[in-house]
């Protein structure tokens, strides 16, 4: 037997999303849209209440939850606005590469950062402009200089990018791709321009300018040149939770078409009772659910760590 029944906890952590979707998000996003700002205050408040802790494990502070339960999450806080969800969810994308690759004193020292309850802002920087998602491509340089590497490029289109406290880069190291973690404060770490974008304007995304940095080798994410397993890795994990938001997002198309079509009148009637609406409305029904139900598969399946090795890249 195959159950799609959530257990109680997942219930809750799901109202509690939905909860802080409508009290939070919904009232300030058209205006956060047209400013194209994020308030500092929410990331805060979503801290307080775990919303940008949940996937990081017990021990250092977080949630512990799941893929699964991560996806009921993620849709919540994308139907109530999929920039500023953006913006809290980013927070937690070192955690994956932390967890899985990190070293027991990389993980105590940053997830236990990444789940204080007054926030932190944190980002992940593969993407440079003259290579896009084609990660081999990348130009960023990393070089060993004694006791540190030395980094040198420029990331673009990162979520929270430049202004992060704590950033994941990948920079090629003798030709083969690796991770760093750097710090906002670290000399040489800048904040690049700010994109204007067509959606989603509320989310900062922004570059990251690296003018030869100083990055201690402790701060080196896995082995050198394992820095393409370990993006692999994190899109394997987290391509499932994009999917989820994109179904929170769909679910609100939903409801805001079907709250009008009850209040629109045609002739006398709601056009809701007209075929031609209702049945368009019946296959959106049907689309988003089976989306969800997809996301789930693909949560419930994903292995626990990117089958890839640094051998591949």
């Not at 920039?83 to 994956?96: E, H």
């Not at 789940?115 to 060993?144: K, M, P, Q, V, Y």
């Not at 990331?155 to 030709?175: E, M, R, S």
């Amino acid at each position: 037997m195959i159950s799609f029944e959530l257990t109680d906890e997942q219930r809750e952590l799901k109202a509690l999303a939905r909860e802080f979707a409508e009290r939070e998000l919904r009232p300030i996003a058209r205006e956060c849209d047209e400013r194209e700002e994020f308030p500092p205050e929410l990331l805060a408040k979503a801290a307080r209440v775990g919303l940008t802790s949940y996937t990081i494990p017990t021990e250092y502070g977080g949630g512990g939850a799941d893929a699964v339960t991560s996806s009921l999450i993620a849709e919540e806080l994308a139907w109530g606005c999929a920039a500023l969800a953006g913006t809290i969810q980013a927070t937690m994308f070192p955690v994956r590469p932390l967890r899985q690759f990190g070293t027991d004193e990389q993980r105590e020292r940053y997830l236990r950062v990444l789940a204080r309850e007054e926030g932190t802002l944190a980002a992940i920087a593969f993407t440079e402009a003259h290579a896009g998602t084609d990660l081999a491509s990348i130009r960023a340089e990393a070089r060993r200089d004694g006791d540190d590497y030395v980094l040198n490029g420029e990331k673009v289109y990162v979520t929270n990018g430049g202004i992060a406290d704590v950033t994941v880069v990948f920079a090629k190291l003798g030709g083969a791709m690796t991770a760093f973690v750097v710090e906002r404060d670290d000399p040489g770490v800048l904040a690049g321009r700010k994109e204007r974008k067509l959606g989603l304007r509320a989310s900062y995304t922004g570059s990251v300018v690296l003018e030869d940095p100083r990055v201690p080798l402790d701060r080196l994410l896995g082995e050198e040149g394992e820095g393409f397993a370990i993006a692999l890795d994190f899109f394997q994990a987290s391509r499932p939770q994009v999917a989820a938001a994109a179904v929170g997002v769909a679910r609100a198309a939903l409801e805001a078409a079907t709250d009008y079509a009850r209040e629109r009148e045609a002739f006398g009637r709601p056009i809701l009772d007209r075929q031609g609406v209702s049945f368009k409305l019946a296959d959106m029904a049907i689309a988003v659910e089976a989306a969800r139900l997809l996301v789930w598969r693909a949560c419930a399946s994903r292995p626990t760590r990117c089958r890839f090795s640094a051998a591949r890249a």
